[in-house]
DNA sequence: AGGCGCTACATCGACATCGATGTATTGTCG
DNA sequence: CGACAATACATCGATGTCGATGTAGCGCCT
């Protein structure tokens, strides 16, 4: 599985966890989600839709007329259900590291309605962006904002640490809540 | 040109540009730039610098012995030079879009010694982060974090929003430097 | 002496991606 | 009335990506 694919199919399964669509709604919505970073192209999504059918995941129903060419109304089946489950509780670490793929993820992992199993996946999250990493290095050792000389440089790595931080702060938030309710 | 070809690309002429070196010290400069969110295989990365020798943007000495298999020292040539200030200067919509890839363009723009080349760029990335853009809709409308229940999701556009507007600050300041420095 | 890991490159096949192009209908604008 | 955009899907070919695997030398540990 590619990982491209693995976050295209995710967002397909999720979706379609929402409510029943057809390919052409699918993909205004992973626009929606995704697309203002990197559309999708319809020669991506209408393959990928396949895969999932073939593999069991997902069934069409063939509705003709409403707008213009005959529209496939897709349903996840239960075996879909249970594999975009099984795909949120363990990701990929790509998905956890790629702000892209883990926002990917975020945007479903209420499908996952083990408030533990969201708890895991939230704290693989926060012990990457706790560990101690840079764009630019001496040797072995990260380099900070303050030692590095070119400005834009520089810049990546303050907006990098802005935008840690607020995360770390959601995270640290939101699993108290989830701890809170799981113990309460 | 597909866009990750693109993007790594950039890298290996923008390394290159710094100094001289051989594929494997150039693997780890990318690994520490992009590879902490999403590792370059050594099987996509040595025929990219394939085809940018091909292209004749960069040329390559073999040099015998010092660690283990003979190193094949990578050089920019002239019209690698000039094609990496040209792909500086007028990086696709997605480079401008997806971070990751800004992230790229930003690592390398000092190489663009024009400061209103410069300018030029910062301020697309200025105007796609003030385009009013969510992951969410509701019809056309882009739904504000307030507005959604999933504290997942909500996650997503606090996060988001928090990013954007440290960068956003970033570049208003670096934008301010530049043109005193262009009109000064 | 043997194994492991690192350096340093290379090839191959399976597969995913994407742009181009095609088909067909409905609605809108001038 | 013709052009054009939007809806809704589909196919094809060129190309890039990645994991697996191979080769080869060196240093280190036991």
Redesign the interface.
């Known amino acids: 599985m590619r990982?491209n694919a693995a976050m295209l199919e995710l967002a397909i399964l999720g979706f379609l966890h929402d409510a029943p669509l057809h390919g052409y709604e699918l993909r205004k919505r992973i626009a929606?989600?995704?697309g203002?970073?990197?559309p999708v192209a319809e020669s991506t999504l209408y393959p990928a839709i396949k895969r999932l059918e073939r593999a069991g995941l997902l069934a069409r129903r063939t509705q003709p007329g409403a707008g213009a060419a005959p529209r496939h109304v897709l349903t996840l089946t239960a075996e879909g259900r249970t594999e975009l489950r099984r795909r949120l509780a363990h990701p990929a670490d790509?998905d956890i590291?790629?702000?892209?793929r883990w926002?990917t993820v975020?945007?479903f992992?209420?499908h996952l309605d083990d408030a533990s199993a969201?708890t895991e996946v939230l704290e693989r999250r926060m012990a990457f962006l706790r560990?101690p990493?840079?764009?630019?290095?001496e040797g072995d050792r990260p380099l900070r904002a303050e030692e590095v000389e070119?400005?834009?440089?520089r810049?990546?790595l303050?907006?990098?640490r802005?935008?840690s931080q607020?995360?770390l702060s959601?995270l640290r938030r939101?699993l108290d809540?989830l701890r809170a309710a799981t113990d309460g």
Chains 1, 2 share one sequence.
Not at 133 to 137: A, I, P, Q, T, V
């Open positions: 990982h929606a989600l995704t203002h970073v990197k790509v590291t790629d702000e892209n926002f975020l945007a992992l209420r969201q560990r990493s840079s764009f630019f290095y070119d400005p834009f440089r810049g990546i303050t907006i990098a802005a935008t607020a995360e959601w939101t809540t």
